[in-house]
């Protein structure tokens, strides 16, 4: 069964397992987490499948028919649940490494 319409804080989830993305077939890294953007002349749905038999671990795809298994993740749309999670991303490292930066300012004063 495909996963539907996950909230970003599961996709984050998965990412934190899984914490390489790729958007290529050709260049794809084992367990990395595959996204099928579209384009003028290509759609990654139809890829999605050749991306999970090369080893992904999932498959973010905004076209129900690219359904395979409960490795593909359908969203709304591929391109801005990518953007939305390297927002997302983005903003954990800096609020991790600014609360780092208080801890180490936190044990010098010690």
Not at 34 to 47: M, T, V
């Amino acid at each position: 069964m495909t996963r539907l319409m996950i909230t970003i804080e599961d996709l984050y989830s998965i990412y934190l397992a899984h914490p390489v993305v790729s958007t290529d077939t050709r260049q794809l890294p084992e367990g990395c987490i595959f996204f099928a953007l579209r384009g003028a002349r290509f759609d990654g749905n139809q890829y999605a499948r050749a991306a999970l038999e090369a080893g992904a671990a999932y498959a973010i795809i905004d076209d129900p028919s690219a359904q395979i298994d409960e490795r593909t993740i359908l969203v709304e749309d591929s391109l801005k649940a990518l953007q939305l999670l390297a927002t997302t991303v983005s903003s954990w490292a800096s609020l991790s490494s600014r609360s780092l930066g208080r801890m180490v300012r936190r044990r010098r004063r010690s």
